[in-house]
């Protein structure tokens, strides 16, 4: 007998017929014998319907009050959840964030997760009932509610799985696995049947929306092994866990883009000490996260600086870093949203060289520009002109060997 | 400077400009010196449609479940009516049942108010907040979600009037007060400018649907001032209050009519001592509440009981005393949906006698059979055929001289 955690998304949730399904699937694992906890996103659209309420009451909502409309999205459907798995004789019980107890700190509406009381999933799980939890929501320790942003349901799933030590954490999409890129982008994208966590860490969080990217962070701490699946089909899915030395690691994994990204660049910065610590302090302020930082050899006393932001941020950073460049005396900001990271990711980068220098041949062989590069251990991030986005994107898959055989589609690598 | 409860209902707050205008109500009122607590209701239709969602899952709803999803109404109004507050640059913050907290016992679906900690109220209150409570809604002592039920905003308002000891409790609604009976049934019906605790708890009880009785029964108990008024007027409305001595008392201050009747006769019930015990305790554990009772005088050893329960509990009423019909062995049961209560109330029926004399002979003239009659000190009820209801309240409205002036609609008796 095991303890598995399952945590479906906004569509396997969508409407009433897809939440039964998603009870059947609950009753079915309880059936197998396993102790089962199901995290829930809301209905899908409803999130966005809550917030337009809130955008038509004000354009600057206070996060607090926000995240206080947003997570009924997540509490309505557990509660229907939970009433469908005992609609199949089942017994069930929803819990709310503040009941779990998922405490957060106060970042609202981006909140992240300091501890989680699971002594009443335990009481629950130890009656034979199946554990309904919110996802996306928990309470600081003021006992307001709090959302984890966007996707946040993943890392509430993967958090609970932690906290019980469970056997394995499932997170139901509406796609089969995590894949070596985008098929929207590059039909030739092939399933992976596994992927180290470090991959999946980089994968998401340049850009692929499989999961979200403090979900991978906490189960790669707590090797919570972690499968993606679809809620639709009974295909195996991908497993993402730790790195297994006795397979031979592909050099590259999977390559992803992200169109949500701006760049901002401040000319002329005298080199100064402390001058980067103002510029980047006051996005902070700002809440604004930076993501990749360039900084070219100073020349003359003065050095240029460009960062990317997300481009919800974009105007902010951009009127922010206007305002410091002008208190430290730079020479100009120039500010462009039509960017695009692309990256490739894989654990075997770090015992090969060259991979970095044929990632630029492909791009330059077609033409792209590289603005920014950004490199880690085991991926490499190239910032381009967002047009050409899908034609970097399929030269890469090809070049680095990951197309999927022109015959069987489901066949995968590793 | 006073301590003012307001509380706003669905059509109050059931679009984003509604909640926009309720917000410039709260702020007037702040304004104009008060410390404001402002509890509200779903936006209209949304608690039917969260039911509806639950009724297509499942027509054996968990009432836990169910609670857990029609209470994320208020949570969406709340949050709403903050922003809108804090964007006409006030302070504003909301609360949940939990987090006021609103302890309820675990009636789940029609819970009852236990105790209320106004400490976190007064702490906002301090600092100048406008708080914002979730009507309807509460926590019970596992920390489950509760609600008390429809129209449970009004006592959830009254209930924290109490514990506040505020200076006033007003109920905003889409009507401009208490009438002396339904101006669509009778368009002779005036507007009272106050009306004691008492009538209005038998005019609530007889199905006028301005307050939840409950919330009158804690006016009256807790003495708090309660007005009725409309949120899109700024007519005075009604103030809801002690008997005040001094003032002739009318009469007849209102008439009620409830057509949510349904009546039960178990004919040739064994005289003996247990029975009617036997009976209504059957109907107690199923939750039937009854209302009329009437036993006529036994004759060879037997007797008729006839009652009357909501019509929405005669499936369950009349099945349940089928079945303790033939233990008891009585003849027979009867059960007619087809029935209404007219009623006339007024606390100067205590010092007249005739009223209820005046009452018979009205219907008599009408041509209306009396099938049933019930009496308190303040009021008369008689269970008529539905099918006569508006023709009863308007005769009974007009010989106990409650009709309107024909010129002033305005104008009042008191």
Redesign the interface.
Known sequence: MALIVQKYGGTSVGD?ER??AVARRCVATQKAGHDVVVVVSAMSGDTNR?LK??S???D???L??????V??GE??T???L???I??QRKK???F?G??VRILTDSAHSKARIVQIDEQRIREALRKHEIVVVAGFQGVDAE???TTLGRGGSDTTAVAIAAALKADACEIYTDVTGVYTTDPNVCPAARKLDRITYEEMLELASLGAKVLQIRSVEFAMKYKVPLWVKSSFTDDPGTLVCEEDTKMEEPLVSGIAYDRNEAKISVRGVPDEPGVAARLFGALDEKNVVVDVIVQNPAKDGRTDLTFTVARSDFVTARDTVKKVAKAIKAEGVEADETVAKVSIVGVGMRNHSGVAAKMFQVLAAEGINIQLISTSEIKVSCLIHSKYTELAVRSLHTAFGLDAPAVDLSATSR
């Open positions: 009433v939440i039964k809550l309420l809130v038509a009451i004000t600057r909502p206070d607090r009050e926000q995240d206080v409309v997570a009924t509490q309505v557990i509660g229907l939970a009433m469908a005992q609609a069930a019980r929803s709310l503040h009941q006992g307001s509610v």
